[in-house]
């Protein structure tokens, strides 16, 4: 999806707001994923931008598989049901039908709750103008 494909399809969206990449003509990067990424501690930001590469496939598929197999266990301490949507969010770097399902997924928390993309700057500025 090109940037100009991301601005009409979210209007709301200036170039501005478009990360880089998104020009790059990389078919399945989605800005949404980048913003829920950036709401991250710097420290998992790291961590996950390096699974995401294209490089890390070694690393990212057997993790995304042990996530979704710890999220059956949810019975157990520790593991829990939260492990197997984000098993298939790294799964879905490597399988286009789980892609389309993140997309999709992505498309309904955008409509439900827009708040959770906004840039940071503006949910600060809203923050600003409820005090």
Do not use: C
């Not at 709301?12 to 829920?36: F, M, N, Q, W």
């Not at 949810?74 to 790294?90: C, H």
């Not at 827009?114 to 409820?130: C, I, L, M, Y």
């Amino acid at each position: 999806m090109s940037s100009q494909d991301t601005r009409d399809h979210y209007p709301g969206i200036s170039r501005r707001l478009v990360p880089k990449g998104a020009e790059s003509g990389v078919p399945h990067y989605d800005y949404r994923l980048e913003r829920l990424i950036d709401r991250l501690p710097a420290r998992w930001q790291r961590a996950v931008r390096w699974l995401r590469r294209p490089s890390a496939r070694w690393a990212r598929i057997p993790a995304g598989i042990l996530l979704v197999g710890g999220g059956f266990l949810a019975i157990l301490p520790i593991f829990g049901l939260w492990m197997i949507p984000l098993g298939l969010i790294l799964l879905a770097e490597d399988m286009p039908l789980l892609r389309r399902l993140r997309g999709r997924s992505l498309d309904w928390v955008e409509r439900r709750w827009p708040q959770v993309f906004a840039h940071p700057a503006a949910r600060n500025s809203d923050k600003e103008e409820t005090r």
